[in-house]
């Protein structure tokens, strides 16, 4: 069994981190002029894993953080860091993978074009994450401006023998919101798929994450927490010795 992974979220706008609730671009909280400077004091506490969004890209449709990503790379050593927003053909895949990042998030794309998710995954084995955002079990798509008639477990299947690494799952009613994690649709949504599966959306306390891990035999392999970090509703040194100790003991 894979380690369970609690992964920071720095999500990027104008350059800034920034953390945005429901989707909304219009809400829009900045938490640091310098997402290095956040990067940098993830890695301090021992990150496993980053996650980063580039919320331009996933409106324009091409990856536009180049310049905000690679000073974030240079902060956190040899700690893996995976990238979403805006990636919808090879160009931009490769593109965003040339930076150094570790994986990359395909979510619109896997909705609109499944093939290409199966292509880039091929080219790329163990490098390629496919993102389902979805409000009531609906796939989201376009930034969250658009909604679908796809449900989760259907578009997860279509992937099953491709070949990601791991699928994000995000429940957009408690995106940024702090309500807590969707955990129950989630493990579902886990237990229909082979594909390990990450928790996003509405982590507010450290148990969301003890019970997020609680689900890894059941195929959830981490959980993202952003906003939480930032308020000071979570504290990342408690969280990761929480996730360390269940690791440790097996529970």
């Given at each position: 069994m894979a380690r369970f992974e609690l992964i920071p979220a720095i999500d990027l706008l104008g350059g800034e981190a920034v953390r945005l609730s429901q989707g909304d671009y219009d809400q829009a909280t900045v938490y640091d002029a310098d997402p290095a400077n956040v990067a940098r004091r993830f890695f301090a506490a021992g990150i496993q894993r980053?996650?980063?969004?580039?919320?331009?890209?996933?409106?324009?449709?091409?990856?536009?953080?180049?310049?905000?990503?690679?000073?974030?790379?240079?902060?956190?050593?040899?700690?893996?860091v995976q990238l979403g927003g805006?990636?919808?053909?090879?160009?931009?895949?490769?593109?965003?993978?040339?930076?150094?990042?570790?994986?990359?998030?395909?979510?619109?794309?896997?909705?609109?074009?499944?093939?290409?998710?199966?292509?880039?995954?091929?080219?790329?084995?163990?490098?390629?994450?496919?993102?389902?955002?979805?409000?009531?079990?609906?796939?989201?798509?376009?930034?969250?401006?658009?909604?679908?008639?796809?449900?989760?477990?259907?578009?997860?299947?279509?992937?099953?023998?491709?070949g990601v690494a791991a699928i994000v799952y995000t429940d957009i009613a408690r995106d940024g919101m702090l309500s807590g994690?969707?955990?129950?649709?989630?493990?579902?949504?886990?237990?229909?798929?082979t594909i390990p599966v990450i928790v996003s959306g509405g982590v507010a306390t450290v148990?969301?994450?003890?019970?997020s891990a609680?689900?890894?035999?059941?195929?959830?392999?981490?959980?993202?927490?952003?906003?939480?970090?930032?308020?000071?509703?979570?504290?990342l040194d408690e969280a990761l010795a929480a996730v360390a100790a269940l690791e440790e003991g097996g529970a």
């Amino acid at each position: 069994m894979a380690r369970f992974e609690l992964i920071p979220a720095i999500d990027l706008l104008g350059g800034e981190a920034v953390r945005l609730s429901q989707g909304d671009y219009d809400q829009a909280t900045v938490y640091d002029a310098d997402p290095a400077n956040v990067a940098r004091r993830f890695f301090a506490a021992g990150i496993q894993r980053l996650h980063v969004v580039d919320l331009e890209g996933a409106k324009a449709g091409r990856p536009m953080a180049e310049e905000p990503v690679r000073r974030i790379l240079g902060e956190v050593g040899d700690v893996p860091v995976q990238l979403g927003g805006g990636l919808r053909d090879m160009a931009g895949i490769e593109t965003a993978l040339s930076w150094g990042l570790d994986r990359v998030i395909l979510g619109t794309v896997a909705l609109r074009d499944p093939e290409l998710v199966k292509k880039a995954a091929a080219a790329y084995p163990e490098k390629i994450v496919v993102g389902i955002d979805a409000r009531d079990g609906r796939v989201a798509v376009e930034g969250w401006l658009e909604a679908s008639e796809t449900t989760a477990v259907d578009l997860g299947k279509r992937f099953e023998d491709a070949g990601v690494a791991a699928i994000v799952y995000t429940d957009i009613a408690r995106d940024g919101m702090l309500s807590g994690p969707n955990i129950p649709q989630t493990a579902a949504l886990a237990a229909a798929l082979t594909i390990p599966v990450i928790v996003s959306g509405g982590v507010a306390t450290v148990q969301d994450i003890v019970d997020s891990a609680a689900e890894r035999d059941h195929g959830i392999c981490g959980v993202i927490a952003g906003r939480a970090l930032y308020t000071g509703a979570v504290d990342l040194d408690e969280a990761l010795a929480a996730v360390a100790a269940l690791e440790e003991g097996g529970a």
